[in-house]
Nanobody, 127 residues
Framework: QVQLVESGGGLVQAGGSLRLSCAASALTFSRYILGWFRQAPGKEREFVAT????????EYADSVKGRFTISRDNAKNTVYLQMNSLKPEDTAVYYC????????????????????WGQGTQVTVSS
């Protein structure tokens, strides 16, 4: 059974940084596209970042471009989200997601694409 386990969330002041990790098991990690999504209280889950199976293609939500970086280490079955210059509006539960891909270059910004989700990690940014 595929498992995704996020870690690295916490409380940080505005302008600070956090690095989220998501460790995957029971899947051929290098064949999966990966995504990070977030959900703030009372809001819909929204796309944050995605990376192709090869790691060569990425996409970001406009709200995080230039501040967040998604990366993956296929040898460690782990995807990362480096978050810099954090803002109070980044406060949310962050989820990683994975889905099998026949292509090494595609990715997806749509939550409905993903079949596997982690349990989420809380990120709180204080002003």
């Amino acid at each position: 059974q595929v498992q995704l386990v996020e870690s690295g969330g916490g409380l940080v002041q505005a302008g600070g940084s956090l690095r989220l990790s998501c460790a995957a098991s029971a899947l051929t990690f290098s064949r999966y596209i990966l995504g990070w999504f977030r959900q703030a209280p009372g809001k819909e889950r929204e796309f944050v970042a995605t990376i192709s199976a090869s790691g060569r293609s990425t996409e970001y939500a406009d709200s995080v471009k230039g501040r967040f970086t998604i990366s993956r280490d296929n040898a460690k079955n782990t995807v990362y989200l480096q978050m810099n210059s954090l803002k109070p509006e980044d406060t949310a539960v962050y989820y990683c997601a994975a889905d099998f891909s026949y292509s090494g270059s595609t990715y997806s910004t749509l939550p409905g694409t993903y079949n596997h989700w982690g349990q989420g990690t809380q990120v709180t940014v204080s002003s």
